[in-house]
């Protein structure tokens, strides 16, 4: 396997186009994958195309599981549900993440003005999810801008990947895992960051609108001091 040994990445929500598409890129690298999902079908349907789409290195590179037991047995777990369902989701492997990395992807849209910012209470998805599941998971928030099909098919995504968490090296170890992705992703700062980095989500999708782009990202520039 490539990456981090034998490190397994458990992809809730994993059934959908962002989880199905970071699967298929960490795949490529070499990881072990499990999809998780509210039903065993769904993750097995997803599992079947990521087979397709990438064959396994050999017979245990993926594996299909119910969220609570695909939570269990990821190293590095991975959060991809719709913001209405990212609590409900939490609470059902909360007991799972302890000492683990959870990376969270969730943008809170509200529809239909999904082009109008509408951050929680607690100021960020992010946020919300290190406040419900505490100090002993380690939140790390990414991939929010990315256009999500785009990461299955074999294209450059022309997007920057913001990290926002408050332990510098499990942001550092989501950057690494954006790069075996194929992605560029930046340290930007501790979880209450993460609220930039949802909002600019709508911001796009405005621009995506407004100016007949298709795919609008977002690069960091400037110069080595």
């Known amino acids: 396997m490539g990456g981090d040994g034998d490190e397994i990445i458990a992809i809730l929500g994993g ?16 990881h072990r994958i499990v999809i998780g999902s509210r039903t065993l079908e769904k993750a097995q349907r997803a599992v079947a195309e990521l087979e ?24 590095i777990v991975v959060l991809t549900v719709p913001a ?8 059902s492997v909360r007991a799972c993440l302890v000492g683990k990395i959870l990376i ?31 100090s002993e ?15 299955k098919e074999d294209v450059t ?12 090296a499990a942001r550092q170890r989501v950057i690494d895992l954006a790069a075996e992705a194929g992605l560029a992703a930046w340290h930007a700062g501790p979880i209450e960051n993460s609220a930039a980095a ?3 989500t709508s911001v796009l999708i405005q621009i995506n ?8 990202g977002i690069k960091i520039v400037g110069q080595t001091r």
């Open 15 to 30: 059934t959908g186009d962002l989880g199905t598409g970071l699967a298929m890129r960490w795949a490529k690298a070499g």
């Open 52 to 75: 397709r789409a990438n064959p396994p290195v050999d017979p245990s590179q993926y594996a299909a599981l119910e969220n609570p037991a695909a939570a269990a047995a990821g190293d």
């Open 84 to 91: 209405a369902h990212q609590l409900s989701t939490l609470e």
């Open 104 to 134: 969270d992807v969730t943008v809170p849209l509200v529809p239909p003005r999904v082009g109008t910012v509408r951050l929680p209470e607690e100021g960020s998805a992010g946020k919300r999810a290190q406040d419900f599941l505490g």
């Open 137 to 151: 998971v380690r939140v790390v928030t990414a991939f929010q801008n990315i256009a999500a099909h785009l990461l």
């Open 157 to 168: 995504v022309e997007c920057d990947v913001l990290v926002c968490g408050n332990k510098r």
């Open 198 to 200: 949802e909002a600019l």
């Open 209 to 216: 609108r407004r100016h007949e782009i298709a795919h609008s």
